[in-house]
């Protein structure tokens, strides 16, 4: 048996094999070829291949999300079959007498510049999807299996890390859990966990090797252990832990439909953060009383292309429909940073996380941001819908999206598409300057949320994805805490309401304190509802 220690960012505990995530970071090497004729005829072969594949694909999105969404298959085989493509492809094979892998991938980069540099914005997007065919074909050419196509049963699966978008993307009713070699306690990766309900273990470091791959393994996510090969006493003490697990969680079922209220009365509200529609069988299973934190972006992550006013605008519905009539608050586009989407074509940055991300994407591409408030001013005809801004750090900010809605409402109405008037508005406290400015920021919103996560970040100036740092990465700091109290103080000042959707909203020992501080909402992972509920009642 092989144990190997890391962080635990979410508790329970999985059994089952371990499967490697195989990422797609080959290097193309440009080698010289004698027979030019048969490098040819080896890249007609894994195009063939190649456009078989994105049929089949196309036929089974098609059965599963419907035409709008399969049509991205066929467009990748149109551009495979693309003669100006092919003929770059057959031109540089054979006067540079050189490997398909290096034609194609030559050809991909320069098709995408060319596309990138184009005006259009769906030219643009077009680059990603010219990079993502061609890299298909290299696949094949080189024989490599990429993601977890061969992921058939569930599975734990391990990582050197995981970025958001190649974790939204993994069939989620076949994950057991995650284990990986780095990673941080803050990142997004760890919050998805954390909204999944599944057992996650990071900073595994070195010691978790490819080699493991196809081995049982278990996951113990409350000490942070990841055992391969278990021997039969660990695994009777899994099972048992396990058990017992499960037994606690069947206890908190009884507070469902209780209410979330201290011993002297006091009341506060507890939601719960989703990023995907999938998540609201947890958010209802776990009888949270809203959604307090919807990560829209993951739309995004999700898609190869901006996700359409329809697209969204059905996402949006379902949601509200769904929660029937309980506040359901979508925060809008947080993209940069460390969730990056290819066809944005964001430039590399020095400083992602203080960089060119979320409102600040939206108020300088407003052709993004509109679609997406269009389609959540006519989905908030359908329920009790609320947007929220993230990153914001002025008044100005505010009073220019105030603008850019305007306009939108405007718009609908001249087209005659329902959408509804009166929509609640809010901002994420997640900067100092927003804490700062907190008293003038609650005279033009209806409420605050607290991202403590980017919150503590940006107060104690440390980056949340850097690993090394999560000892120092303390959302405890008094400076933090003050910052919540200050924003809590302007908002009921001005007659707005608050509340925290980041990590710490979830933090037991910190329950009594919000309360104190008079927060009106704490929104926190579907599985985290009913402890917090438990930790609220036992409060004075
Ligand atoms: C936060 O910053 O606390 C937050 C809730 O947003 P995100 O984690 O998505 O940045
Ligand atoms: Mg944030």
Same mark, same amino acid.
């Given at each position: #048996?092989?144990?190997?220690?890391?962080?635990?960012?979410?508790?329970?505990?999985?059994?089952?094999?371990?499967?490697?995530?195989?990422?797609? +970071?080959?290097?193309?090497? %440009?080698?010289?070829?004698?027979?030019? +004729?048969?490098?040819?005829?080896?890249?007609?072969?894994?195009?063939?291949?190649?456009?078989?594949?994105?049929?089949?694909?196309?036929?089974?999105?098609?059965?599963?999300?419907?035409?709008?969404?399969?049509?991205?298959?066929?467009?990748?085989?149109?551009? !495979?079959?693309?003669? +100006?493509?092919?003929?770059?492809?057959?031109?540089?094979?054979?006067?540079?007498?050189?490997?398909?892998?290096?034609?194609? *991938?030559?050809?991909?980069?320069?098709?995408?510049?060319?596309?990138?540099?184009?005006?259009?914005?769906? #030219?643009?997007?077009?680059?990603?999807?010219?990079?993502?065919?061609?890299?298909?074909?290299?696949?094949?050419?080189?024989?490599?299996?990429?993601?977890?196509?061969? #992921?058939?049963?569930?599975?734990?699966?391990?990582?050197?890390?995981?970025?958001?978008?190649?974790?939204?993307?993994?069939?989620?009713?076949?994950?057991?859990?995650? *284990?990986?070699?780095?990673?941080?306690?803050?990142?997004? =990766?760890?919050?998805?966990?954390?909204?999944?309900?599944?057992?996650?273990?990071?900073?595994?470091?070195?010691?978790?090797?490819?080699?493991?791959?196809?081995?049982?393994?278990?996951?113990?996510?409350?000490?942070?252990?990841?055992?391969?090969?278990?021997?039969?006493?660990?695994?009777?003490?899994?099972?048992?832990? %396990?058990?017992?697990?499960?037994?606690?969680?069947?206890?908190?079922?009884?507070?469902?439909?209780?209410?979330?209220? =201290?011993?002297?009365?006091?009341?506060?509200?507890?939601?719960?953060?989703?990023?995907?529609?999938?998540?609201?069988?947890?958010?209802?299973?776990?009888?949270?009383?809203?959604?307090?934190?919807?990560?829209?972006?993951?739309?995004?992550?999700?898609?190869?292309?901006?996700?359409?006013?329809?697209?969204?605008?059905?996402?949006?519905?379902?949601?509200?429909?769904?929660? *029937?009539?309980?506040?359901?608050?979508? %925060?809008?586009?947080?993209?940069?940073?460390?969730?990056?989407?290819?066809?944005?074509?964001? @430039?590399?940055?020095?400083?992602?996380?203080?960089?060119?991300?979320?409102?600040?994407?939206?108020?300088?591409?407003?052709?993004?941001?509109?679609?997406?408030? %269009?389609?959540?001013?006519?989905?908030?005809?359908?329920?009790?819908?609320?947007?929220?801004?993230? #990153?914001?750090?002025?008044?100005?900010?505010?009073?220019?999206?105030?603008?850019?809605?305007?306009?939108?409402?405007?718009? !609908?109405?001249?087209?005659?598409?329902?959408?509804?008037?009166?929509?609640?508005?809010?901002?994420?406290?997640?900067?100092?300057?927003?804490?700062?400015?907190?008293?003038?920021?609650?005279?033009?919103?209806?409420?605050?949320?607290?991202? =403590?996560?980017?919150?503590?970040?940006?107060?104690?100036?440390? @980056?949340?994805?850097?690993?090394?740092?999560?000892?120092?990465?303390?959302?405890?700091?008094?400076?933090?805490?003050?910052?919540?109290?200050?924003?809590?103080?302007?908002?009921?000042?001005?007659?707005?309401?608050?509340?925290?959707?980041?990590?710490?909203?979830?933090?037991?020992?910190?329950?009594?304190?919000?309360?104190?501080?008079? !927060?009106?909402?704490?929104?926190?992972?579907?599985?985290?509802?009913?402890?917090?509920?438990?930790?609220?009642?036992?409060?004075?």
């Amino acid at each position: #048996m092989i144990t190997i220690s890391g962080k635990s960012v979410f508790g329970g505990v999985s059994i089952g094999k371990l499967l490697f995530y195989q990422r797609n +970071d080959k290097v193309i090497k %440009r080698t010289h070829v004698e027979d030019v +004729d048969a490098e040819w005829n080896r890249f007609q072969e894994a195009k063939d291949t190649a456009v078989t594949q994105l049929k089949g694909l196309y036929d089974k999105a098609l059965a599963d999300v419907g035409e709008a969404n399969a049509m991205i298959f066929e467009i990748h085989q149109m551009m !495979l079959e693309d003669l +100006d493509y092919i003929e770059s492809i057959e031109n540089i094979i054979r006067t540079q007498e050189v490997n398909a892998e290096y034609a194609v *991938a030559t050809t991909a980069d320069n098709f995408a510049a060319m596309f990138s540099s184009m005006d259009d914005a769906y #030219m643009q997007g077009r680059a990603a999807d010219v990079k993502d065919v061609s890299e298909r074909v290299l696949d094949i050419l080189s024989g490599a299996d990429t993601g977890l196509k061969e #992921m058939t049963e569930p599975c734990i699966i391990a990582a050197d890390d995981l970025a958001p978008s190649e974790t939204v993307q993994l069939d989620k009713s076949k994950v057991l859990g995650f *284990a990986t070699m780095y990673g941080s306690s803050n990142s997004h =990766t760890a919050i998805l966990a954390r909204t999944m309900n599944i057992p996650a273990v990071i900073g595994l470091g070195e010691g978790l090797l490819q080699e493991y791959s196809g081995r049982e393994a278990i996951i113990d996510g409350f000490t942070g252990t990841l055992y391969i090969d278990p021997d039969e006493a660990t695994l009777k003490e899994m099972q048992e832990k %396990r058990e017992k697990d499960l037994e606690q969680k069947a206890l908190l079922e009884q507070l469902k439909g209780k209410e979330n209220i =201290t011993k002297s009365g006091q009341k506060i509200n507890v939601y719960a953060n989703i990023g995907n529609v999938s998540d609201l069988g947890a958010v209802l299973k776990n009888d949270a009383g809203g959604i307090g934190l919807f990560r829209s972006e993951f739309l995004y992550l999700e898609n190869t292309d901006f996700p359409t006013e329809e697209q969204q605008f059905s996402v949006y519905k379902k949601v509200a429909e769904s929660m *029937a009539g309980k506040k359901v608050i979508i %925060r809008t586009l947080d993209i940069g940073a460390d969730k990056q989407v290819d066809y944005f074509n964001l @430039d590399k940055e020095e400083n992602p996380a203080l960089g060119y991300r979320a409102i600040r994407i939206c108020l300088t591409r407003p052709e993004i941001f509109k679609t997406q408030l %269009r389609a959540l001013y006519r989905a908030a005809v359908f329920g009790n819908i609320s947007i929220m801004f993230p #990153m914001i750090t002025s008044v100005g900010e505010v009073r220019k999206i105030k603008e850019i809605i305007a306009d939108v409402k405007e718009e !609908l109405k001249n087209e005659g598409i329902p959408y509804k008037e009166d929509v609640e508005l809010g901002i994420m406290i997640e900067t100092p300057a927003s804490v700062m400015v907190s008293r003038e920021l609650a005279k033009e919103v209806d409420f605050f949320s607290v991202g =403590t996560n980017d919150l503590t970040q940006y107060t104690l100036a440390i @980056d949340r994805q850097n690993s090394k740092l999560d000892e120092f990465y303390d959302p405890h700091h008094p400076a933090v805490l003050a910052m919540i109290k200050m924003a809590a103080e302007s908002a009921h000042a001005e007659g707005a309401w608050i509340g925290i959707c980041g990590e710490l909203g979830a933090d037991l020992e910190l329950t009594e304190e919000f309360l104190k501080m008079g !927060l009106d909402e704490l929104s926190v992972s579907p599985s985290m509802v009913l402890p917090l509920r438990k930790r609220i009642r036992e409060c004075e």
